[in-house]
């Protein structure tokens, strides 16, 4: 990248805690609305981020992210511009399914291999029907891209999903299934990135625990 390329600014919001967050319910694209405290939490995190000037706010399409993305545009005064491409993973048939349910075959699964690397997790599909994570993860990139290509020096809000967020993290090198685990990253928790279009670079991270 030279020296003085414009960067694009996004920072990444994961969305308030929802009514299937508490029941531990797997969610992908089902529509599970914020729980009380969900709303609250996506008042705290509008507060928090009122002083930064943003150009544009993106967010998923689903409900809990969408909600989220309007309570934080509400004293940005900016609309909100919604699309497919920040959902979260598909999980077909097991959403709205205990996690425990994906958790069991996806153990059965791996018995097979005698090891199991990232390459592997990144590709699997439990189902035919499911989006594997790189598929989840190249939807979600190639939108960061045009973003950052189309927003050239602004700063732009995105309000996402954990699982999608963290997929990209791991991507991107800031971690690995290991140091983030699934449920690091917290409701709302946000990640700062720049980038010049090709390139992207974690800048900030806010609600994400990564494990030593």
């Not at 689903?62 to 993305?69: F, G, M």
């Not at 005064?77 to 497919?84: D, E, F, G, L, R």
């Not at 967020?165 to 699934?182: A, C, D, E, N, Q």
Request: no cysteine; net charge positive; glycine share 8%.
């Amino acid at each position: 990248m030279h020296k003085n390329t414009k960067l694009t600014t996004i920072y990444i919001v994961r969305h308030g805690e929802t009514e299937w967050n508490i029941k531990g319910l797997l969610q992908g694209h089902g529509d599970s609305p914020l729980t009380q405290a969900g709303e609250q939490q996506a008042k705290d995190i509008a507060l928090k981020l009122k002083r930064i000037h943003f150009d544009e706010v993106f967010s998923s399409d689903l409900l809990r992210a969408k909600r989220t993305a309007e309570t934080i545009a509400l004293d940005l005064k900016i609309a909100v511009k919604t699309t497919q491409a920040l959902r979260e993973r598909f999980y077909g048939k097991y959403e709205g399914k205990p996690h425990a349910v994906i958790n069991q075959d996806l153990k059965k699964y791996l018995e097979q291999y005698k090891e199991v690397s990232g390459e592997l997790l990144a590709n699997l599909k439990l189902s035919p029907e499911v989006e594997s994570q790189n598929e989840a993860t190249s939807r979600f990139i190639t939108f960061l891209r045009e973003i950052a290509v189309g927003y050239v020096g602004k700063t732009i809000l995105i309000v996402s999903h954990g699982g999608i967020m963290r997929y990209l993290l791991i991507h991107l090198g800031f971690g690995t299934y290991k140091t983030l685990p699934s449920g690091s990253i917290a409701n709302t928790a946000y990640i700062k990135l720049t980038s010049d279009g090709v390139d992207f670079f974690v800048k900030e991270t806010k609600g994400i625990t990564k494990k030593l």
